[in-house]
């Protein structure tokens, strides 16, 4: 009988395998298909259900065309969020595409910002190098402070 995961969990698995596509969309940037079909199973603590599977590949696919379709902003964001003279652009693959991941999460949904940096965290220990851990936490830090700021002005604003 196979044991249902628990909502967190599958979008653990979901963030994932959104990862591997960014990652082969960073690299072959002209591919527009994805076989969502060929993801590596290594993220399911065991083999997912057709149901776990689905709600994992569906969460995948809204990151993935999220973070696509949002790119510019995005890559705006965590610009302004690095240090003065690193961009984006200079950020190793799999990070840049972690980061964009999360920045997504963090600016443009509904998980709460220390949630989206501890999985990105998770992801940079499994595809990252020793120091993408550290890395990914003080950029997305300083993405999540801002946006913060950014809402509360708007906020600030609103109620004038």
Same mark, same amino acid.
């Given at each position: 009988?196979?044991?249902?995961?628990?909502?967190?969990?599958?979008?653990?698995?979901?963030?994932?395998?959104?990862?591997?596509?960014?990652?082969?969309?960073?690299?072959?940037?002209?591919?527009?298909?994805?076989?969502?079909?060929? +993801?590596?199973?290594?993220?399911?603590?065991?083999?997912?259900?057709?149901?776990?599977?689905?709600?994992?590949?569906?969460?995948?696919? =809204?990151?993935?065309?999220?973070?696509?379709?949002?790119?510019?902003?995005?890559?705006?964001?965590?610009?302004?969020?690095?240090?003065?003279? =690193?961009?984006?652009?200079?950020?190793?693959?799999?990070?840049?595409?972690? +980061?964009? +991941?999360?920045?997504?999460?963090?600016?443009?949904?509904?998980?709460? =910002?220390?949630?989206?940096?501890?999985?990105?965290?998770?992801?940079?220990?499994?595809?990252?190098?020793?120091?993408?851990?550290?890395?990914?936490?003080?950029? +997305?830090?300083?993405?999540?402070?801002?946006?913060?700021?950014?809402?509360?002005?708007?906020?600030?604003?609103?109620?004038?």
């Amino acid at each position: 009988m196979d044991k249902k995961l628990k909502k967190n969990e599958l979008r653990a698995i979901g963030r994932a395998y959104a990862l591997q596509a960014l990652y082969q969309h960073e690299l072959n940037p002209q591919s527009q298909e994805f076989n969502w079909e060929n +993801l590596d199973d290594e993220s399911a603590p065991e083999p997912l259900s057709a149901e776990d599977q689905g709600v994992a590949l569906d969460f995948a696919q =809204r990151l993935f065309e999220g973070v696509v379709d949002r790119k510019g902003e995005i890559d705006q964001a965590l610009n302004a969020a690095f240090d003065k003279g =690193r961009t984006i652009e200079r950020t190793a693959p799999v990070d840049r595409c972690i +980061l964009r +991941l999360a920045a997504f999460e963090i600016l443009f949904s509904d998980t709460p =910002r220390v949630v989206a940096i501890s999985q990105a965290i998770e992801l940079g220990n499994k595809f990252g190098d020793v120091k993408t851990r550290a890395f990914l936490n003080g950029v +997305l830090d300083h993405l999540g402070k801002e946006s913060n700021a950014s809402s509360k002005d708007a906020a600030s604003s609103a109620e004038v």
